[in-house]
């Protein structure tokens, strides 16, 4: 193998890559592409004679890699008008990266010989390590645990998300069918239509990507369309047409059927059935079409109102706080635009947008123009063309550009578009007003900046390494590493995480968690300045004043991050602290409303009786009891904190811990034997608090120890009189009482035994099964 291949090889299989611990898997193949141009560059500046230099050069003047110097002309510039510079530099960083890739693939490419055959067949065996990786596990955990779980990320293969990997596949497949239609080999036609086959059930059932389904199925429209105007000019038999559309549409019709039939496999069937997937794409109302359409408008507001330049590149992550702040829910971030066409129209401007747009739609226009003007078209044209649609669709919907798995995948074969175009039509793609030795400053330009990029990628990359010990203590609110260790980590490049929290957020959450507030509350106002718009350092902010005993500042922050981010439980916490500490009942009962039209958590009621029920007393209390709070009391589902606080507005603080305190003492006479006085405290607490049924169960089953039947029976008919659900014990301590009355009551007894069962008290069954034989 020639050392062009093997580089070739090296970029193309750059999904193999392992993550090496980062947070982004996109983050380490960025840092890997910089380190493979470096070899490269060394490899070309030593070992390549000047005849091939001259020619590398040469395709420096090609329209598409001028317009993607453009691109990151305009975008450099953008950089003046950045939220965040820092993230701008981080975000020209993969532009970077992509500049000095981008001549080397096309370096590659038109050097290799024999480059037509051995590309198609690089894709092909790419495509087969991407369809294995993905059915391997879900074909393992239907036969192992006769089940799978639907879209799971153990299906992404070498991807890390099922979205990308799903598109990836999409993107490849228009190779594996030219191979089937066009091959004049058996053996290549069957295996690349089982490649078809097995691809469209890793889209379809496996990966279940609603965008990716209807690219596939858009494009094998437009190949059946396609065929049937060669099939129409005459330029193909019946025979041959009749082949070709069997191919395109067998191997939907048989995923269709198997769809059907693997979704007794899943406990989700309702969500993997095909047809209704493909219902939510039309479905505004869904999660996830509506937040995309959020997006793609404040995007295109966001560009519009800044045409020239944009908000700066890499800015949309932060500018997108700003839009969608009142639609957010906690940090859940509108990271990307979910387009990249927008992104960049918001971040860049107008010219941005044409300079990106025009270097991938010029080689699909220039593959349009030949395919229709020449009747003897290379026939890869068309399953070139139509690569490029699936990746307009993919960039249409997602963001590939930020995955360096996509973007050498679909550079190259853009490149490989150009070389077929120049080979078989003499296609020139140079722009001849370019000089050589302006070329040759573009070529010091990228030496210049390669080694910056790749310093910038290590970085990049040890923070990445870092954030995923920092992201996980925070989910899961375990600040366990030692400070000393945390002050070593990277803070100021980059300075906010992959989530956009500010990484001077997290170091101040460690040092509050420390009890070194002063030295927290720099870092949150630190982290202000890396993202204004995330209120995650007003509420900490808020929460700090709140430990020095600083009402008026502690208020001013968290009703700010309330305000402005009202769908976040944090936000609500920390803002209800602040007004509990202000004594203010009605603010408290406005924030409970606000945050209750937009979301149900029982933590919600939890906070607000909680700060409701340290606030007021018995008198004043009641008039916050509303409707919500009497069906709270009466549900089982209840945590026993919100239930307390419950009580304590019903009663009183004083009241419902005197009631407390008698059945504590209930219980101790209880586990002595004492049951007429362990009785007689329990009906003493019920009295106090009619709403705590155990102390009423309590007492009918201290009665009924000394045959005290009828107070027995009186205390537990009020316990099932007032439940609002079934009560099982209930009902088998009224059973036992009716047993203990003698035969005559055997069938009562034997129907509250049937209850109490049916309700799921095990005992019940047990003595049903002697008893009422």
């Not at 003046?80 to 820092?86: L, P």
């Not at 799971?152 to 293969?157: F, K, L, P």
């Not at 490149?415 to 070529?443: C, H, Q, R």
């Not at 718009?533 to 968290?558: A, C, F, P, Q, V």
Request: net charge positive.
């Amino acid at each position: 193998m020639s050392i062009n291949k093997f580089f070739l090889l090296l970029y193309v299989f750059i999904g193999v890559v392992p993550v090496f611990s980062a947070a982004d898997k996109s983050v380490t193949q960025m840092l890997y592409l910089q380190i493979l141009n470096g070899i490269f560059i060394f490899y070309f500046l030593f070992f390549i004679n000047k005849k091939n230099k001259l020619k590398f050069f040469e395709n420096l003047k090609s329209f598409s890699f001028v317009f993607f110097l453009l691109f990151f002309c305009w975008a450099l510039m953008s950089t003046s008008f950045s939220i965040n510079k820092v993230e701008s530099f981080r975000a020209l960083t993969l532009i970077v990266t992509y500049l000095t890739t981008i001549p080397i693939l096309y370096f590659l490419i038109h050097q290799i010989d024999g480059i037509k055959r051995f590309f198609v067949n690089m894709i092909i065996f790419l495509l087969t390590i991407e369809i294995l990786t993905v059915i391997s596990p879900y074909l393992f955990d239907v036969i192992v645990y006769n089940t799978y779980t639907y879209r799971s990320q153990a299906y992404s293969g070498l991807t890390g998300n099922i979205n990308i990997a799903a598109f990836s596949i999409l993107l490849k497949l228009p190779f594996a069918f030219y191979e089937t239609i066009n091959s004049k080999k058996t053996a290549f036609k069957v295996f690349n239509f089982l490649l078809i086959l097995t691809g469209i059930f890793s889209i379809f059932t496996v990966l279940s990507t609603r965008g990716a389904i209807l690219g596939l199925l858009f494009i094998s429209l437009l190949l059946i369309f396609y065929k049937t105007l060669l099939f129409y000019r005459k330029k193909i038999t019946f025979k041959s047409f009749l082949k070709i559309i069997l191919i395109i549409t067998l191997p939907l019709i048989f995923n269709v059927i198997a769809n059907n039939y693997q979704i007794q496999f899943s406990s989700q069937n309702e969500l993997n059935n095909l047809s209704n997937r493909l219902e939510t794409v039309v479905d505004f109302e869904q999660a996830s079409n509506n937040q995309r359409l959020r997006y793609w408008k404040q995007s295109f507001i966001t560009g519009i109102s800044n045409p020239i330049f944009g908000i700066g590149i890499g800015n949309w992550k932060l500018k997108g706080i700003e839009t969608d702040q009142k639609k957010m829910k906690n940090y859940v971030v509108p990271y990307h635009s979910h387009n990249d066409f927008l992104e960049f129209f918001a971040e860049t401007g107008l010219m941005g947008l044409i300079f990106y747009t025009a270097f991938i739609f010029f080689a699909l226009i220039a593959l349009i123009y030949f395919l229709i003007k020449s009747d003897k078209a290379h026939p890869i044209l068309f399953y070139l063309i139509l690569v490029f649609i699936a990746y307009g669709i993919d960039a249409s919907l997602n963001f590939p550009f930020a995955r360096p798995i996509q973007q050498m995948s679909f550079f190259s074969i853009l490149i490989y578009s150009i070389f077929i175009l120049k080979n078989e039509f003499g296609f020139n793609d140079s722009f001849a007003l370019l000089k050589n030795k302006s070329m040759l400053s573009v070529f010091l330009i990228i030496l210049f900046l390669a080694p910056l990029s790749l310093y910038s990628s290590i970085k990049i990359y040890n923070s990445s390494v870092q954030q995923v010990n920092l992201l996980r203590q925070f989910n899961f609110n375990l600040f366990n590493t030692p400070l000393s260790e945390i002050d070593t980590y990277e803070m100021d490049y980059p300075n906010i995480s992959e989530t956009t929290i500010p990484l001077n957020s997290f170091k101040g959450v460690f040092y509050l968690k420390a009890g070194q507030i002063e030295k927290a509350i720099d870092l949150f106002h630190k982290g202000r300045q890396s993202n204004p718009y995330l209120m995650i350092n007003e509420t900490y902010l808020g929460l700090s004043y709140y430990k020095l005993n600083m009402k008026d500042s502690s208020l001013y922050y968290s009703k700010k991050a309330f305000k402005n981010q009202p769908n976040n439980i944090a936000h609500y916490a920390h803002y209800v602290i602040s007004l509990s500490m202000n004594e203010d009942t009605l603010g408290i009962k406005k924030a409970y409303d606000e945050i209750k039209k937009i979301r149900e958590e029982p933590e919600i009621d939890n906070i607000y009786y909680l700060a409701i029920a340290n606030l007021l007393d018995k008198d004043e209390s009641r008039e916050f009891l509303d409707d919500t709070a009497k069906n709270l009391l009466q549900s089982d589902e209840t945590d026993n904190l919100t239930r307390a606080n419950l009580y304590i507005l019903e009663y009183g603080r004083e009241k419902v811990i005197e009631a407390d305190i008698l059945y504590e003492m209930g219980e101790q006479l209880f586990s002595e034997n004492k049951f007429l006085e362990a009785a007689r405290k329990f009906e003493a607490a019920g009295k106090i608090n009619p709403l705590e049924l155990p102390y009423f169960m309590n007492a009918a089953n201290a009665y009924f120890q000394i045959s005290n039947l009828e107070k027995a029976l009186e205390n537990i008919d009020y316990v099932i009189n007032n439940s609002k659900t079934q009560n099982g014990k209930a009902f088998y301590i009224k059973a036992l009482i009716y047993i203990e009355k003698g035969k005559k009551y055997r069938i009562p007894a034997c129907k509250l035994l049937r209850q109490s069962a049916e309700n799921g008290f095990k005992d019940a069954l047990n003595l049903g099964n002697v008893y009422c034989r």
